[in-house]
């Protein structure tokens, strides 16, 4: 054991803390494919000290304050499904594991909220609320693979956000333990003008403030019905309109998913075997609302042009929207393979598409770029991009992948988008994020000195390493 592993130990029992090969290796890294590269590349860190795995709030506190004593560095994590680097430990490093804090803790089906430890796995969060006639509304691909946790310290998004919300909206407090180990609680109430949302300072902050330990979010009834349908259209343009009709009359169906005509004959071929864009809809809740938004949907896609392609494509999406291929498929194959999600208001989104797609195709090696649209807003709407690339010499692949980004994150800044809608920051999007937060940046420089002064919790992540 190294120093800090023995005083973990010390401090909170040996049986908390592992320094055992497969434990590290376990936790040397997320699911950022750059990392899986540089793996194979024999070029990954040798990895964190130790892992700590937590069964208390006082046991993450104890935990902070031993490696403060020892400057280590902390990385918070869930169940490593970050695809940006976000809980990539540094060498000598201490990772604080929190599955072993799954609980939930309290429901109340009167006010509709729920409150669990942060560690708890959300395909596990949902089966127990459905288990009781409740849905937590809240949908990310990852959600099998990803702790109630990690969607508040990453931001994230739900795949029938437009009418239920992303995770701060659902979010209505929190605990978190500071560097210092103080715990600090925000009120659970369903809305209050008492000075700053202060849970917000946590949400979004990737564990770079302190470690969320339990958060308490909002439920909803199981829907009283479900319908779905689906519409293909000339291109994307006319799908965007049609979202954007839509939402801008105040319809919330809980899905629209627009795919430009790549990603639609990429896994739509079935019923959509041209190049042409696919729009998804789901509506749920009462019958009466979800007969009207559902003929709302079918007339504004009539307004565009578009064709009825039945309930069909819908219903495959349903079945396998949280399949993931593993990174090895394709790295197999000499391929890089990722996700880009940025958002634009209307206005913008058009041209943003068209920016990001012809910033990759100057990227050597470009098979395809793609997008589809899946969160809107009376605002605006994302586009979630995804690109194959064949580097032409692999063994410089991490510089034709970090190409690719940066093109994406220079057509998303240039037109006046956000870099980052859901996954978060991470290690991958720091260096941008003084450009995309402009004059507001430097009030999270300050936030970082005044939580953690010593730099320790997950040091290069939304701030830069010192």
């Known amino acids: 054991m190294t120093d800090i592993a023995r005083a973990l130990a010390d401090a909170l029992g040996s049986d908390r803390v592992a320094t055992d090969a497969d434990s590290l290796a376990a936790h040397r890294t997320d699911y950022w494919i750059l990392s899986h590269l540089r793996a ?17 709030t006082a046991e993450v506190a104890s935990a902070l304050v031993t490696a403060g004593r020892h400057g280590a560095a902390v990385v918070p994590y869930g169940a490593g499904s970050g695809v940006l680097g976000g809980a990539t430990p540094p060498e000598g490093s201490v990772v604080i594991d929190l599955r072993a804090m799954a609980a939930v803790l309290e429901l ?17 969060y949902e089966a127990g609320l459905k288990a009781r006639g409740f849905t937590g509304a809240h949908f990310p691909q990852s959600i099998d693979v990803s702790t109630v946790g990690g969607w508040v310290s990453t931001r994230a998004a739900g795949q029938f956000s437009t009418r239920y919300g992303n995770i701060e909206d659902l979010l209505l407090a929190l605990e978190a333990v500071l560097p210092d180990g103080q715990v600090v609680r925000t009120k659970n109430v369903p809305r209050a003008a008492a000075g700053p949302n202060l849970r917000e300072v946590f949400c979004g902050s990737e564990g770079t403030f302190g470690i969320v330990t339990e958060v308490t979010l909002r439920i909803f009834p199981i829907p009283e019905r479900r319908e779905v349908a689906s519409f293909v259209f000339a291109d994307l343009r006319d799908g965007l309109e ?48 979800v007969e009207g938004e559902m003929v709302a949907v079918a007339r ?49 989104v058009a041209g943003l598409y068209d920016a990001v797609v012809k910033a990759l195709s100057t990227v050597p090696g470009m098979v395809a770029a793609s997008a589809h649209s899946s969160h809107s807003y009376a605002q605006g709407t994302n586009l979630y991009i995804t690109f194959i690339v064949k580097p032409p010499d692999f063994a410089r692949a991490e510089e034709t992948y970090l190409a690719a980004w940066t093109g994406v994150m220079e057509a998303t800044l240039a037109a ?8 978060g920051v991470g290690r991958l999007r ?37």
């Open 40 to 56: 194979r590349q024999k070029r990954l860190g040798t990895g964190p000290a130790c892992v700590v795995r937590p069964r208390s």
């Open 108 to 124: 109340n089906e009167t006010a509709l909220w729920v409150r669990v430890q942060a560690g708890l796995m959300g395909g596990a």
């Open 242 to 289: 049609t979202i954007r009709t839509v939402v801008r009359a105040g319809w919330r169906p809980p899905v629209l998913r627009l795919y430009d005509g790549t990603e639609a004959l990429r896994q739509f071929s079935e019923w959509v075997p041209t190049d042409r864009a696919l729009l998804l809809a789901v509506s749920e809740g009462p019958s009466a609302l």
């Open 300 to 348: 504004a896609a009539a307004a565009a042009g578009a064709q009825p392609c039945g309930p069909e494509p819908v219903m495959h999406w349903l079945e396998h929207r949280n399949r993931v291929p593993s990174w090895d498929l394709f790295l197999d194959k000499e391929l890089l393979v990722d996700t880009i999600e940025i958002a634009a208001d209307w206005d913008r």
């Open 416 to 423: 006046g988008g956000t870099i980052a809608h859901h996954h």
């Open 430 to 466: 720091t260096s941008w994020l003084a450009r995309e937060l402009g004059s507001a940046y430097p009030v999270l420089e300050r936030l970082k000195r005044m939580l953690d002064p010593t730099g320790m919790m997950n040091p290069g992540v939304l701030v830069p390493r010192a």
